[in-house]
């Protein structure tokens, strides 16, 4: 094969799922692309590298391939696959103009564990699914494809295999046994924007400590996935009706020959990466999108995306309404706002730039008690945790500030920060706070419900 031909892999097949559309504009330089800007925040975020790095030591003795080169990673799988027994961390597998490169997996004669690893968390098998029907939860479902299409194309490709496929995920009953575990793999950014992760001792197991990490058997819910019983028939797409099989080997002939998968507008459009915001130089998929549909498409004037938590725009959209200029217009339209979207709509369309403040505001003004405290949290949320007997996800509180306001005007700033290293921080922190609050009868304010989201989490 040609290392140069276009193949669907697994992050591309997920972004076809999303829209099909969208694998037309993908990877190229002349298109705008917000997702690129962004990864490595988003998965040191996420912890995903730290995650994957970890799930290796829970499988000793394995290969590492670690070239980006598809071709060579191809060559060395299939050199250490011809052993009866062997663990490779990231094979490449490829069948026909798919390729996929696998996190771990474990091969013993002929039977295959496919093991895709996650920084998401999960407490029972139960996560998968949603509460009705037995279908799978809709954030479960990028996890279950990616696996459901990973293993798809290693069967594909090596019929005689036994396959059993696992989701590796942070495992919220679980606890740390020791301290400074997430230390050990120190997520880096090379020059060239490629990620690794650097780890800080020669690890042994009991660095490592009781594993936090748990392997969910999912042959079930691949099985499921390929027949189309994971979503319910009234909530399928056009595209979720097709075939497993047939849909991915339809994505993958338009990716393959560089055609531009048929333009579908809806929902999915609005939080679209192929927008050119702050890169006017560059080319607009999104933009390409719309106009393919209206011609005369205006990405300057006020879209109906931008109305605030709108839940009708998709059958807006299937009726032609697209600005909102439109639905000011439309007395029937209208009705379809509620008072803040209205006041939202009103005044982007007429202009007008003069504050709308309500009567009841100064009610609620009547009743705070000076003096006035306006705090702010900041706060960590990690897949592997800093401490012993931390589970991953568990709140980190490490810093907050109070700005307060007296009733003469004069405004005094409280700061707080964790600054001993190894020690859990968060009662430490909720001490502080309330020293900080406890002297008087003020009135409390914060930005968003999240600091009491974490003073709830801290209190359990």
């Given at each position: 094969?040609?290392?140069?031909?276009?193949?669907l892999?697994?992050s591309?097949?997920?972004?076809?799922?999303?829209?099909?559309?969208?694998?037309?504009?993908?990877?190229?330089?002349?298109?705008a692309?917000?997702?690129?800007?962004?990864?490595?925040?988003?998965?040191?975020?996420?912890?995903?590298?730290?995650?994957?790095?970890l799930?290796?030591?829970?499988?000793?003795?394995?290969?590492?391939?670690?070239?980006?080169d598809?071709?060579?990673?191809?060559?060395?799988t299939?050199?250490?696959?011809?052993?009866?027994?062997?663990?490779?961390?990231?094979?490449?597998?490829?069948?026909?103009?798919f390729?996929?490169?696998?996190?771990?997996?474990?091969?013993?004669?002929?039977?295959?564990?496919?093991?895709?690893?996650?920084?998401?968390?999960?407490?029972?098998?139960?996560?998968f699914?949603?509460?009705?029907?037995?279908?799978?939860?809709?954030?479960?479902?990028?996890?279950?494809?990616?696996?459901?299409?990973?293993?798809?194309?290693?069967?594909?490709?090596?019929?005689?295999?036994?396959?059993?496929?696992?989701?590796?995920?942070?495992?919220?009953?679980?606890?740390?046994?020791?301290?400074?575990?997430?230390?050990?793999?120190?997520?880096?950014?090379?020059?060239?924007?490629?990620?690794?992760?650097?780890?800080?001792n020669?690890?042994a197991?009991?660095?490592?400590?009781?594993?936090?990490?748990?392997?969910?058997?999912?042959?079930?819910?691949?099985?499921?996935?390929?027949?189309?019983?994971?979503?319910a028939?009234?909530?399928?797409?056009?595209?979720?009706?097709?075939?497993?099989?047939?849909?991915?080997?339809?994505?993958?002939?338009?990716?393959?020959?560089?055609?531009?998968?048929?333009?579908?507008?809806?929902?999915?459009?609005?939080?679209?990466?192929f927008?050119?915001?702050?890169?006017?130089?560059?080319?607009?998929?999104?933009?390409?999108?719309?106009?393919?549909?209206?011609?005369?498409?205006?990405f300057?004037?006020?879209?109906?995306?931008?109305?605030?938590?709108?839940?009708?725009?998709?059958?807006?959209?299937?009726?032609?309404?697209?600005?909102?200029?439109?639905?000011?217009?439309?007395?029937d339209?209208?009705?379809?706002?509620?008072?803040?979207q209205?006041?939202?709509?009103?005044?982007?369309?007429?202009?007008?730039?003069?504050?709308?403040?309500?009567?009841?505001?100064?009610?609620?003004?009547?009743?705070?008690?000076?003096?006035?405290?306006?705090?702010?949290?900041?706060t960590?949320?990690?897949?592997?945790?800093?401490?012993?007997?931390?589970?991953?996800?568990?709140?980190?509180?490490?810093?907050?500030?109070?700005h307060?306001l007296?009733?003469?005007g004069?405004?005094?700033?409280?700061?707080?920060?964790?600054?001993?290293?190894?020690?859990?921080?968060?009662?430490?922190?909720?001490?502080?706070?309330?020293?900080?609050?406890?002297?008087?009868?003020?009135?409390?304010?914060?930005?968003?419900?999240?600091?009491?989201?974490?003073?709830?989490?801290?209190?359990?």
């Amino acid at each position: 094969m040609n290392k140069n031909s276009r193949t669907l892999s697994k992050s591309r097949y997920k972004l076809s799922l999303e829209c099909p559309t969208k694998l037309y504009y993908t990877g190229k330089n002349e298109y705008a692309d917000q997702k690129n800007q962004d990864q490595f925040l988003m998965a040191l975020a996420e912890g995903g590298f730290q995650v994957g790095e970890l799930a290796k030591y829970y499988y000793p003795g394995g290969h590492d391939i670690e070239t980006i080169d598809f071709q060579q990673a191809l060559h060395e799988t299939n050199k250490l696959l011809k052993q009866e027994n062997v663990i490779i961390y990231e094979p490449a597998i490829q069948y026909n103009n798919f390729v996929i490169r696998v996190d771990i997996l474990v091969k013993k004669g002929n039977k295959i564990e496919l093991i895709e690893v996650k920084a998401k968390s999960f407490s029972s098998k139960n996560d998968f699914f949603a509460k009705r029907g037995g279908y799978i939860d809709k954030s479960w479902r990028p996890y279950l494809y990616d696996i459901s299409f990973q293993t798809m194309v290693a069967q594909k490709a090596n019929p005689i295999w036994n396959i059993t496929p696992y989701l590796m995920l942070a495992d919220k009953n679980k606890k740390t046994s020791v301290d400074g575990l997430n230390q050990l793999f120190i997520v880096e950014e090379n020059k060239n924007g490629y990620k690794s992760v650097k780890v800080n001792n020669k690890i042994a197991p009991n660095l490592l400590g009781d594993k936090i990490l748990t392997a969910i058997e999912v042959s079930d819910i691949v099985q499921q996935i390929w027949e189309g019983r994971d979503i319910a028939p009234k909530k399928k797409t056009i595209e979720d009706e097709k075939e497993f099989l047939y849909r991915a080997e339809e994505y993958a002939t338009f990716y393959n020959q560089n055609k531009k998968f048929p333009v579908t507008l809806g929902l999915k459009c609005k939080n679209c990466e192929f927008k050119n915001e702050g890169q006017p130089q560059l080319k607009s998929g999104f933009d390409e999108c719309w106009k393919s549909k209206y011609p005369n498409f205006n990405f300057e004037e006020d879209h109906i995306f931008g109305i605030w938590n709108f839940r009708k725009s998709p059958e807006l959209i299937n009726q032609g309404v697209i600005y909102q200029k439109d639905i000011y217009s439309d007395s029937d339209m209208v009705k379809l706002l509620n008072p803040r979207q209205f006041l939202q709509v009103e005044k982007i369309v007429t202009k007008n730039i003069e504050e709308d403040i309500k009567p009841e505001l100064f009610e609620e003004m009547n009743n705070w008690t000076f003096p006035l405290h306006f705090i702010d949290f900041e706060t960590s949320m990690m897949a592997i945790p800093f401490l012993k007997n931390r589970k991953p996800y568990e709140q980190i509180a490490f810093q907050f500030s109070c700005h307060t306001l007296y009733e003469n005007g004069e405004i005094k700033h409280h700061e707080w920060i964790s600054k001993d290293r190894g020690e859990f921080p968060n009662y430490k922190f909720v001490t502080a706070l309330k020293g900080v609050l406890d002297k008087d009868e003020g009135t409390i304010f914060k930005y968003s419900p999240h600091e009491n989201t974490v003073l709830r989490q801290i209190q359990r």
